[in-house]
């Protein structure tokens, strides 16, 4: 009997030939998530949060001929336009109103603040 392994519970696997690869950080103060979307405008790609997941989603854009002035015929043409959405888990409490995105050399880092855990006692009653 074959065993299947779980899926990693931080991050959905990139299931389409263009989904951006993601990376997930945390400073002291920031969640941090990296998505590496090269030739991707960013205008093409919406950034959601539900519950306590971020939705990164978009279209790649198709691959753009260029010759130098004569008509070329593709051999091969693997970068047609498609569409990717990735869906990543918020492993820790942020303040997701909070949350900022810049896009910079083909890379969407978006950032949220982390929330500061409040430290509480519970006292124990004797009966």
């Known amino acids: 009997m074959m065993k299947r392994f779980p899926v990693d519970p931080l991050m959905q696997p990139a299931s389409q030939c263009c989904s951006p690869l993601i990376d ?4 002291e103060s920031h969640l941090v998530f990296e ?9 093409e790609v919406v950034l959601q949060v ?3 997941f971020l939705i990164v989603e978009g279209t ?13 015929t593709f051999l091969c043409m693997e970068r047609q336009g498609r ?7 918020i492993p820790i ?3 997701i109103t909070k949350g900022s995105a810049t896009y910079r050399n083909g890379v969407v880092t978006v950032r ?3 929330l500061k855990g409040k430290r509480i006692t519970i006292p124990i009653e004797q009966k």
Do not use: W
């Not at 997930?24 to 400073?27: A, G, V």
């Not at 691959?63 to 008509?71: K, L, N, Y």
């Not at 569409?83 to 888990?89: A, E, P």
């Open 93 to 95: 409490a942020v303040d």
């Open 24 to 27: 997930l950080y945390e400073t």
């Open 112 to 114: 949220f603040p982390k």
């Open 83 to 89: 569409t990717f959405r990735r869906i990543l888990n």
């Open 35 to 43: 998505a590496e979307l090269p030739g991707v405008d960013p205008e």
């Open 60 to 72: 790649c854009p198709p691959s753009r001929r260029e010759t130098s002035g004569a008509a070329g």
């Open 50 to 52: 539900v519950e306590h």
